[in-house]
């Protein structure tokens, strides 16, 4: 299952958000998909759907991984004030 990494009011802007990556056909992160809600949502709620989204477009560039589970396990969650560069 790809990751998801959540932004809770991370810029002080008062959203949230959460993205996933997009994979083409060698399985290389072509770009990213994203929802931003305003804060007094629960962002949460849109990591499934954001999953099934990304997968989705990436089989559509050609990557053949696994089937996302949807479970969440892994997920980063970022809080206000808190920035982590991933590579």
Do not use: W
Request: glycine share 12%; no cysteine.
């Amino acid at each position: 299952a790809e990751r998801a990494v959540f932004e809770h009011d991370e810029a002080g802007n008062d959203v949230r958000s959460v993205a996933v990556p997009v994979r083409d056909h060698t399985g290389h992160v072509v770009a990213a998909l994203g929802v931003t809600v305003p804060a007094t949502r629960a962002v949460e709620a849109f990591g499934p759907l954001v999953r099934q989204a990304a997968e989705q477009l990436s089989q559509r560039l050609g990557y053949q991984g696994g089937q996302s589970d949807q479970s969440g396990e892994g997920d980063q969650h970022h809080e206000h004030g808190e920035y982590r560069h991933r590579d």
